[in-house]
């Protein structure tokens, strides 16, 4: 693990998520992953321990702590299950984080203690069946009607879709302006017109749900906008910012559990009347995927401090998140290479951690959208 001084605080918190994640989920991660069974107990007792609003100052419900002790205990629960992991990351990251920024007084009072202590559950609906990587493209539509808003449209890939009860929304208030007439909306899933469509069936996290979220004439009182008008692009990118670190967060703790599941087998696993740890072409895998997650987790934690300082961090989280991804596919790979047969089983968690690491190359931003952002920030900072 990276020798980097912690605060008590931190420390104390780290072990908790960890005791929590080895006591109460990792031996459930299989069977919930088999079922595609939604940990609705686990998201409770995350509330409970308050890591559902790592971020979210005290007086609104949360813990009031900073983005690196979130990150210290999300890899702990994405090292015992991914999908588990990335409900938490989803409520603090993407939900709580910009109505936190950009929610007005009452806005705060309203949905923030709830989802702190998740007693509900939020979801982020950006991405449309049309609008993935081009956020600016949006076509779900918000129209002015006196003191409302209606909302049409269908959104995709939809993270805790079916379990949410607050949405945070992104629609055009005004398609002629492209991502410059894109809206932000807070939006109580019960409301009419919100209809939960297509729920997906997907290789990996399948204990998370991922699903459409469809709006027809969904009408939304305009004290639930976020922002003002023509702010929700800019409202999403910032969001996402920090999402990333969420998503580097959830790759280091995949690539880290598959490295230490590769680790054990090596040890135990015999050829040729020995360990096959003892072979220096498993010694070479270890050392390489050792190094890789050590520095993705470095990476991950430079841009948590970078944020935690209020510093532009957008760069570091590109690179966190592109490169933690990166090195979990590269990781997984291995460990299933180091079982061997086995690793190709269910009878091993390696293949889940195979599984479960393809996503983080692709949401909250590919890998492709990484190296774009990661490039234009070099290129406006080397004249």
């Known amino acids: 693990m990276s020798i980097i001084e912690l605060t008590d605080e931190q420390q104390m918190i780290r072990e908790l998520a960890r005791d929590f994640a080895e006591n109460e989920i990792k031996p459930i991660a299989a069977e919930l992953d088999r079922e595609g069974r939604f940990p609705a107990g686990l998201v409770r007792k995350m509330g409970e321990l308050g890591f559902m609003g790592i971020f979210v100052p005290e007086q609104y419900g949360g813990s009031g702590m900073d983005t690196l002790t979130y990150v210290l205990a999300l890899e702990e629960v994405c090292r015992a299950c991914a999908s588990t992991g990335v409900i938490m990351s989803v409520n603090n990251s993407l939900v709580c984080e910009p109505i936190y920024r950009f929610g007005n007084e009452e806005q ?26 081009d956020a600016g493209g949006l076509k779900a539509t918000a129209k002015r009607d006196g003191k409302y808003y209606v909302i049409n449209g269908t959104k995709n890939w939809i993270t805790n879709g079916p379990e949410a009860d607050v949405i945070v929304l992104f629609a055009s208030t005004d398609l002629s302006k492209k991502h410059h007439g894109v809206t932000a909306f807070i939006v109580d899933k019960e409301t009419p017109g919100v209809i939960v469509g297509k729920i997906e069936h997907k290789l990996g996290i399948r204990a998370s749900s991922t699903s459409q979220i469809i709006f027809e004439d969904c009408r939304i009182p305009i004290e639930n906008r976020l922002g003002q008008e023509g702010d929700g692009f800019k409202i999403a990118m910032q969001t996402l910012d920090g999402g990333r670190i969420g998503i580097g967060t959830q790759a280091v703790g995949i690539a880290q559990a598959a490295f230490e599941e590769a680790v054990r087998y090596s040890k135990e696993r015999e050829a040729f009347n020995q360990p096959i ?41 590109a690179m966190a998140k592109l490169f933690a991804s990166e090195t979990a596919m590269w990781v997984t790979t291995k460990a299933i290479q180091i079982h061997g047969g086995y690793g190709y089983t269910t009878d091993y968690p390696a293949e889940r951690h195979f599984r479960d690491a393809k996503i983080t190359e692709i949401y909250e931003g590919t890998s492709e959208v990484q190296r774009i952002v990661i490039a234009s920030n070099v290129l406006k900072e080397i004249l």
């Open 108 to 133: 705060k009072k309203n949905y923030l203690p709830p989802l702190a202590k998740g007693e509900k559950l939020g979801c982020f609906s950006l991405s449309e069946p049309a609008a993935g990587s």
């Open 277 to 317: 740890s003892n072979f220096q072409g498993i010694q070479f895998m270890i050392a390489d995927m050792a190094m890789r997650i050590e520095a993705a987790r470095l990476l991950v934690w430079q841009a948590a401090r970078m944020k935690d300082r209020k510093m532009k961090f957008t760069k570091q989280s």
